[in-house]
C-alpha cells in the first residue's frame, strides 16, 4: 500500500508542476481545449473502509462533470460508488458485534457487504502541450458515506452505516481519440473519515483506479458570410 501511494504522489506532483517551462525554450502553442467535459467509467478500489487491517477489492462507477476556466485549470465534481465483501477478524470485529453471533466456522474472519459512495468537488491541473496525450493531476474533497452489512449462521443481520468527509489526490492521462472523445486512465489516493459507534470517528486509507470515456462539448466553426452566401452563377 505504500509503495501504491507513493506512486500516485509522485504521478500528482508532476503532473501539477509540468506546465512550467525550460528557460530559453520556446515551447509551441497550447493546443485548443473544450470547456465542458463529462466522464463516466470503471472503479477498482483497495479498501479498508472499517479499520479492519484488512485489505478489500471493491469494483464499482465513477463519473464527472468538468468545467474549465482555462488551459491549465479545470473545476471538477465527482461522484462514484464502490461495492463488495470485506473480510473482517474475528479478534477484532468493531464496529460489528463479538462472537457470537458472528462466528463462521473453520475461517478467522467473517464476510461484510460493503458499499461506498463519495461525492467530491475540487480541481483539476491538465498539462496540453499535446493533439494526442493530455496529463493532470487533482485534489477533491467532499463527503464519503460506507454502509456494511453482515448476516449470522442464523440469518440475523447486523448493519452498520455512516459518513463523513472524503478527500482525493492523484492524477490520470487522457488519450485524445478526436476533439470530442478521450480513453481516460485516472489513479487516485482517497482517505474517507467515517464514525461508527463501536470505533469512534477515524480515518481510512484506500487507492481508486478508474478507466472510462471523456466526451467533451466542441465548439462549431461559425459560417462566414461567403459560406452562407452561395455564388452566382
Known amino acids: 500500500m505504500t509503495k501504491v501511494l507513493g506512486v500516485i504522489v509522485a504521478v500528482a506532483a508532476l503532473c501539477l508542476v509540468s506546465w512550467a517551462q525550460i528557460p530559453g525554450e520556446n515551447p509551441p502553442p497550447a493546443p485548443k481545449y473544450s470547456r465542458l467535459e463529462l466522464f463516466g467509467g470503471y472503479a477498482y478500489g483497495r479498501t479498508d473502509l472499517f479499520n479492519s487491517g484488512l485489505t478489500a477489492p471493491l469494483q464499482g462507477w465513477d463519473a464527472s462533470l468538468g468545467l474549465n476556466a482555462a488551459s491549465w485549470l479545470g473545476f471538477v465534481a ?3 460508488g464502490l461495492y463488495g465483501t470485506s473480510k473482517i477478524p474475528l479478534a477484532v470485529p468493531a464496529p460489528f458485534p463479538t462472537c457470537p453471533p458472528l462466528c463462521p466456522q473453520g475461517t478467522d474472519t467473517f464476510n461484510v457487504n460493503t458499499k461506498n459512495y463519495n461525492y467530491l ?10 493533439e494526442r496525450v493530455t496529463p493532470f493531476g487533482e485534489v477533491l474533497f467532499g463527503h464519503s458515506g460506507v ?6 449462521e442464523d440469518g440475523t443481520m447486523f448493519a ?3 459518513g463523513g468527509l472524503g478527500l482525493a489526490g492523484g492524477g490520470g492521462v487522457d488519450f485524445n481519440v478526436s476533439k470530442r472523445f478521450a480513453l481516460r486512465f485516472k489513479a487516485d489516493y482517497l482517505q474517507t473519515r ?5 470505533i469512534g ?3 481510512q486509507d484506500n487507492v481508486k483506479f478508474t478507466v472510462g470515456i471523456v466526451i467533451r462539448k466542441v465548439h462549431r466553426k461559425k459560417r462566414t458570410l461567403e459560406e452562407e452566401t ?4
Open 121 to 130: 468537488f475540487g480541481a483539476q491541473f491538465p498539462y496540453r502541450r499535446s
Open 160 to 162: 452498520q452505516a455512516s
Open 194 to 198: 467515517t464514525r461508527f459507534p463501536a
Open 201 to 203: 470517528r477515524a480515518k
Open 147 to 152: 454502509r456494511g452489512e453482515a448476516r449470522s
Open 230 to 233: 452561395p455564388p452566382e452563377p
Open 78 to 80: 465527482e461522484a462514484s
